[in-house]
């Protein structure tokens, strides 16, 4: 899953794929509940 497709930011979401940035559980959670992008059933199937 690319947890970088719930990130808000265009800048932030360029920059972390440029420096191969990893999430850990809880930051992937956090990013994933509070995308303003995604439908709630992306948000559950997340």
């Known amino acids: 899953m690319d947890i970088l497709r719930f990130v ?22 956090y990013l994933i509940a509070f995308c303003k992008d995604s439908t709630l059933e992306e948000r559950l199937n997340a």
């Open 8 to 29: 808000n930011s265009n800048a932030i979401r360029e920059h972390l794929k440029k420096v191969n940035y990893q999430f850990n559980t809880l930051e992937a959670a």
